[in-house]
């Protein structure tokens, strides 16, 4: 049987809490009451919208084992005796993070990059899964919450651990990969995401390089060979506790190389060499950049001494997360339509991976290749021409027609010819009808755009309106 995940007397030592007597451990640690299970902390953090002291009673109505509150807030909640008290809550939750990493044994990854980190961190996920008891970020929890929530969760039994880490500032990575210690380190890529905060795209080199700072001594840092700022990540690498650097991609003098990389509607297959030796895998998932960024998988595992086999067995059950390439079939009466939900975030970078993935797909005679996109964020002044300059992307892989959300987006639709733009409008939610009404058996409709577009509405209508076919899970020809 599993130990609690923390004991009453754990936390007082932790935290210094004052707290009431209505429990004596907690076997999980949440933030948010609609996903809560009964005997998790519940942590009432003050974010950007909602203040989690507003539902701490909503907590412990659904059985939270108790409630951290801050001193300010505690005498609002006097009657309640599953209180944990303390200066501030959101510190409170880094301590036990940092606690939980302490006592633990397991071997750890952390995971950074402007794109790929949530999918590399989920193929990480499945592959160290078939070594050992394996405990990774949920979602996108990569930030200053995420990580530490992440942490505080992580059970004692872990024998590896896997964490996402984000920023888009610089010096945020820094305290994150402190808390985390991993043994080893990834930055997958450097692009122009959140370019809008830095002066180049130097200054994000130098800002995913903060996540080798917080290597232990001797540690493996992991970087594409293949990046136009790899001698700027290398340089962050050897300048840390870092005793290794891998590298991964498709240079002549990658360690972990891909020599060809088969890309189908709904799988790749990758033929690369580990340190010389050869290795042919097959992903569950279509994606080149899901392809290269394998290759940084087989490089944690090197480093941390993972059975490379398993590794690369695991990657044929790999399936696109929620929002970020899933793949569904839209029933159209006896005839069906491709739905390709990347609505989850979106930048230059992504956008032209997701466009090659709809280019990939095999359609019968008289299907189009559909793309609904939304503007991409966080680009600054170069936002315009960031979005103009898809419009190469968007004609080398034979992409149909365009439905575009928001006001940069107008910059690819005057990019393009008039025939290939169905619509542009202000909001995601203004395209929905037109995109329902388009659509015709044996398409294949890809939705994309940065978060705050919402495009997933766009996803959540087609999926309604139609329904989805369980009996497929790609668009063959």
């Known amino acids: 049987m599993n130990s609690p995940l923390w004991t009453l007397d754990e936390i007082l030592a932790t ?69 944990i008290v303390v200066p501030d809550v959101l510190e409170a939750m880094r301590q036990l993070g940092r606690a939980a990493r302490q006592r633990t044994d397991a071997k750890i990854v952390a995971i950074t990059g402007s794109v790929g980190k949530t999918g590399t961190k989920e193929a990480m996920r499945l592959a160290l899964g078939r070594q050992g008891a394996t405990h990774a970020s949920v979602a996108s929890y990569n930030n200053h919450w995420g990580v530490p929530l992440t942490l505080t969760r992580m059970p004692r039994e872990t024998a590896y651990g896997v964490f996402e880490i984000g920023m888009n500032h610089a010096y945020e990575i820094l305290p994150l990969t402190g808390m985390v210690r991993p043994h080893v380190a990834v930055i997958t890529t450097v692009e122009p995401v959140h370019i809008e905060f830095f002066p180049s795209l130097w200054g994000i080199a130098d800002a995913k390089g903060e996540i080798f700072a917080g290597l232990e001594p001797g540690g493996t840092a992991v970087i594409s ?15 840390s506790p870092a005793g290794r650097v891998i590298t991964f991609g498709e240079h002549e003098a990658a360690d972990i ?21 050869p290795l042919t895998y097959r992903i569950g998932t279509a994606g080149r950049h899901i392809a290269l960024n394998s290759l940084s998988v087989l490089a944690a595992s090197h480093a941390l001494g993972a059975d490379l086999a398993l590794v690369a067995l695991s990657f044929a059950e790999l399936k696109p997360p929620v929002g970020r390439g899933e793949r569904t079939m839209l029933a159209m009466g006896d005839h069906e339509a491709l739905l390709i939900d990347e609505s989850y975030n979106a930048n230059p ?9 709809l280019g990939a797909v095999e359609l019968g005679r008289g299907a189009r290749r559909i793309a609904v996109l939304g503007d991409m964020k966080e680009l600054g002044e170069t936002g315009p021409r960031l979005h103009a300059e898809l419009a190469e992307a968007i004609e080398a892989n034979r992409i149909d027609l365009l439905f575009a959300a928001g006001p940069l987006m107008q910059n ?66």
């Open 15 to 83: 935290t210094g809490a004052r707290v009431g007597g209505g429990f004596a451990q907690a076997t999980g640690a949440s933030i948010d009451t609609r996903t809560l299970e009964p005997g998790d902390l519940y942590f009432a953090i003050k974010g950007d919208v909602h203040d989690g002291h507003d539902f701490v009673a909503a907590a412990l109505e659904k059985g939270a084992a108790a409630a951290f509150v801050s001193e300010e807030k505690a005498p609002a909640f006097k009657d309640s005796d599953r209180l």
């Open 225 to 239: 060979r293949d990046n136009a700022y790899f001698e700027r990540m290398r340089a962050h690498a050897h300048a």
């Open 257 to 277: 190389r891909a020599h060809r990389i088969i890309v189908k509607p709904d799988h790749s297959v990758v033929d690369a060499t580990i340190f010389g030796q």
């Open 349 to 357: 970078a992504s956008m032209r991976a997701a466009f090659a993935n």
């Open 412 to 477: 690819l639709v005057d990019a393009l010819p008039k025939a290939k733009v169905a619509a542009h409008a202000e909001t995601s939610a203004e395209l929905i009808d037109a995109v329902c009404a388009a659509i015709r058996p044996g398409d294949a409709i890809m939705v994309k755009g940065s978060l705050s577009m919402k495009m997933a509405l766009v996803v959540k209508a087609l999926k309604e309106r139609y329904g989805a076919s369980p009996t497929a899970n790609a668009l063959k020809g």
